[in-house]
């Protein structure tokens, strides 16, 4: 695979596509203005065949429908409304193809779509005029061998969950990192996560947050049946082996949209991606405020130190 070459410039940004949850509750009026924004900017709208098909009977005789892959091939930039898992989905699809991609926030959480929905206009309107933040994350590829044959592959822009099946037992890993062994580990499972991943499930399951420009991947013991089994952060340019030993209906998860069933001897081969994902962020854009927001650190010290 060649890895992507991001697009630079939002002001050269001519050609641009928007993509929405389809059929998402009061998704249509968002959609309809920011169409409409990028009409009166003098831009090429394309809009994505089931978001087009999810605002209804409206006008949208300036705008072309087509697929994810049209996108991919034919726009400069691409405008993603909805919550997190929408751009999870669609971001995975336009790696290749280097498309840079906005976030408006339609969901509960958005620390990838993070333009709220009532700033959309004015922060985009500031962005098209050439007001913006860059930054790129990575990704992870992973491969599944059974005898040594490839028998599943998928991209993970959050993570790689190998995990037990609903109402079996522990799970016995045996995790390997640039071909030396780490551990054997007995739990319900393992998240290896991006650091744009460590703010999702990872977290929950008591993992680190890594800033999104770190170099690193985070591997997460879910439930471990030994306290000494903590998450490690190793580089990025690792190769991890996670083999099948002992449990049942165990399977591994691509961002938790695409699935796999594993058998004992399976292997599981995991490393960054040659692709990458950029953002575009309203000037000013801050990771540490997406984290203050989203996860409610909101407390700043007075002039005489009392919390507000």
Known sequence: MLPSTPRTALTAYRSVAIIGKP??????RTLLELAALLRDAGRTVLIEAETAASIGPADLSWCTPVSVAEIGARADIAIVVGG???????????APFGVPLVGINQGRL???????????????????EGEVESEQRSLLEG????????????????????????????????????GHFMYNQRSDGLI????????AYALSAGGPLLHPSLGGVVLVPIAPHALSN???????NSEIVIAVVAGRNVSVNFDMQSLAEIEHGDQVL??????TITFLHPRGWSYYHTLRE???????PSVDGQLK
Not at 270 to 275: N, T
Request: proline share 3%; no cysteine; charged share 20%.
């Open 23 to 28: 059929f998402a509750s009061g998704i249509a």
């Open 84 to 94: 997190d898992g929408t751009m999870l989905g669609i971001a995975r699809q336009l």
């Open 110 to 128: 958005g620390f990838m779509t993070d333009i709220p929905s009532e700033r959309m206009l004015e922060s985009l309107h500031a962005m098209l």
């Open 143 to 178: 491969r599944v061998l059974r005898n040594g044959e490839q028998i599943f592959d998928g991209l993970a822009f959050n993570d790689v969950v190998v995990a037990r099946g609903t109402g079996a037992g522990m799970v016995e890993l045996r995790v390997d990192v640039d």
């Open 192 to 199: 290896v996560a991006t650091p744009t991943g460590s703010t």
């Open 230 to 236: 903590r998450p490690i952060v190793i580089t990025d």
């Open 270 to 275: 995991i490393r960054r991606s040659l692709h």
């Open 294 to 300: 989203k996860l409610h650190w909101n407390e700043y």
